[in-house]
């Protein structure tokens, strides 16, 4: 029986908090094989990230197809993207995998606080990537900042972790801007490194495992519950999730 395989197109994070490092341990801990394209190589410690550098658009796209070329992946999860041009060659490599599910994690900003995404990139991606996405799981500042609630995309996981007004987390999804589920969490006292990259990641093993999403949806968030609760503080700032149990 085929593994599900999911191929990640991510940051490097040196940490491991975060990026391809966090997108293989999700897929290795919930039974799936993970095939990734780094997007972007990354300054960062576990407080914050500190620069990005994008990798070549054509070169990232070339790697991918070789991999889509060789084995039969089943969902693809986007992270961190860098750049305008990268988002394009993305949206443009989607129209010939049509069937392929897409969990786009759209990260804006670091968790310690730098932007990382200029108005131009995230222009791009409203007009050129969300619309051919399966999924998207923003946090309410970035859906507030990309108008997700209010754009007629098919499936928004809102992530509740930074409203901080609720005493517990409340994550919603809006299908067709109808709300089918919402889950409620115990807010866990710390700050983690790479929730959104375990969430995001473990909702593509879910559909490359042909869940139905609302399923695979649940699943992931008791997945990445778990692996906050557990999480540690290695390095001098943010807690990394342990995901490996």
């Not at 994550?171 to 109808?178: A, I, K, P």
């Amino acid at each position: 029986m085929r593994l599900p395989i999911v191929l990640s197109f991510s940051g490097h994070d040196p940490t491991g908090g975060a990026g391809v490092q966090a997108d293989n341990e999700v897929c290795m801990a919930m039974g799936a094989h993970s095939v990734s394209v780094i997007t972007c190589l990354t300054l960062q410690d576990t407080k914050n990230v500190y620069q990005v550098k994008p990798l070549d658009a054509d070169f990232i796209v070339e790697q991918a197809r070789l991999i889509l070329d060789d084995m039969p992946v089943g969902a693809f999860k986007m992270g961190l993207l860098g750049s305008g041009k990268i988002v394009a060659a993305l949206a443009s490599l989607l129209d010939d995998y049509p069937d392929i599910p897409v969990v786009l994690d759209p990260i804006l900003a670091a968790g310690g606080g730098t932007p990382l995404a200029k108005a131009t990139f995230r222009d791009t991606l409203q007009r050129l990537l969300l619309p051919k996405v399966t999924i998207v799981t923003p946090n309410v500042p970035e859906a507030e900042v990309l108008s997700l609630l209010d754009s007629g995309y098919r499936a928004v996981l809102l992530t509740g972790t930074h409203d901080e007004s609720t005493h517990d987390v409340i994550n919603t999804l809006y299908l067709d801007g109808q709300i089918v589920s919402r889950l409620t969490w115990s807010r866990l006292p710390d700050v983690y490194h790479g929730s959104g990259c375990t969430l995001a990641t473990a909702v593509a093993v879910g559909l490359a495992k042909q869940l139905p999403l609302v399923e695979a949806v649940a699943i992931a968030q008791q997945y990445t519950w778990d692996s906050l609760s557990r999480a540690r503080k290695i390095g001098r700032g943010q807690f990394i999730p342990w995901r490996c149990a």
